[in-house]
């Protein structure tokens, strides 16, 4: 199989999803009545206004939250860093933050930012299998302790932590907790009171939503400080004149993605695990990761020993397959991951994260298992040069 010769498949659904037609209408549907500013006293204003607000009502819903609670962003680094940085300005002496070492760099990175500017961070370790110790993440809990923030599935290897045991032990303490659930949209319940936490962000392009639309939720009473000075937009929260129709966008792409959301989590964990299978009993030295508890349903990440990750990577793509070697954020730079290393795992070999989306056939599967041997046997005999 070919480029040239055959039609491509597309296996990056964890970095980004293409727009769902459905989706694309909506926004079309509103776009004459949503070009206006939401916050004019005129007509127009309040024709943007009623869109906005009934986005917002249509988000909340999926939470069971009040509709006040809903922040709209520009996507998920923004509000993982608003939920950072605004709680822990707040904070007023606190000055200590606890996370995890496996976090998106929008988390780890703000964590960093923190640091630098006199914050004192712990980052609790996770097991083989990425998964955090309720226990160690209480021992971590301090006085003065302004923020924890522990991600709810992982993009890499779609590991999934335990929120509402980490959340308790926040919530006992009276110290905010966020959650990154960016890459668990549309896999996981995402109900907030079941999950306990405080925070939680999303980003619309990760369910087949628009790209550059994020969600903060923000639990009422939660001190909070706005990192855009402007106007009073998103009750004061969030500067800046919303995009109205990507919020409806957003909005029908989670209610789209919520429907069907254990349906297809069933269909495309069959998938996973078949190829996950498959490739463990045809390609010696392939060891998959975050498995031995419970993972998103969509992510296979697959260390495959002495292999060169950009040749792997290259033969992939020139095979016709889409793929990544973690998160799309990092993964130009074919650096060692820092997840596969907080988990143990070997980060010289070539580390492929085969993410799946609703639009994957079993065909696509079966395509790539035929030639993927191959493929890593060529790599391997580059990394032998």
Known sequence: MNSATNSRVYLDYAA???????????????????????????????RSRALLDAARERVARVLNVPRRSIVFTAGGTESNNLA???????????????????????????VDTLEDAGFVATRIPVDASGRVDSATFAAALRPDTAIASVMYANNEIGTVQSLAQLSEH???????????????????PLEIEGLGVDLLSLAAHKFHGPPGLGVLYLRDGTPLEPMLAGGSQELGRRAGTEDVAGAVGMAEALELAEADRVEAGRWI???????????????AGARPNGTGGNRLPNIASITFAGTDPAALLMLLDLHGFATSAGSACTSGSLEPSHVIAAIGGDVRGATIRFSLGRPTTEEEIERLVAVLPGIVADAGRVEAT
């Open 16 to 46: 980004t999803t293409p727009i769902d037609p459905r989706v694309r209408a909506a926004m079309e549907r509103v776009r004459e009545d949503a070009a206006y500013n939401p916050s004019s006293p005129h007509a127009e204003g309040r």
């Open 84 to 110: 950072l940085f605004g709680v822990a300005r707040a904070a007023g002496s606190r000055r200590h933050i606890v996370t995890t070492v496996i976090e998106h760099h929008a988390v780890s990175r703000a």
């Open 170 to 188: 926040a919530r006992a303490r009276g110290i905010p907790f966020h959650t990154d659930a960016v890459a668990a949209a549309g896999w996981l």
């Open 269 to 283: 964990q069959a998938l996973r695990d078949a190829l996950e299978s498959a490739v463990g009993s045809s390609i």
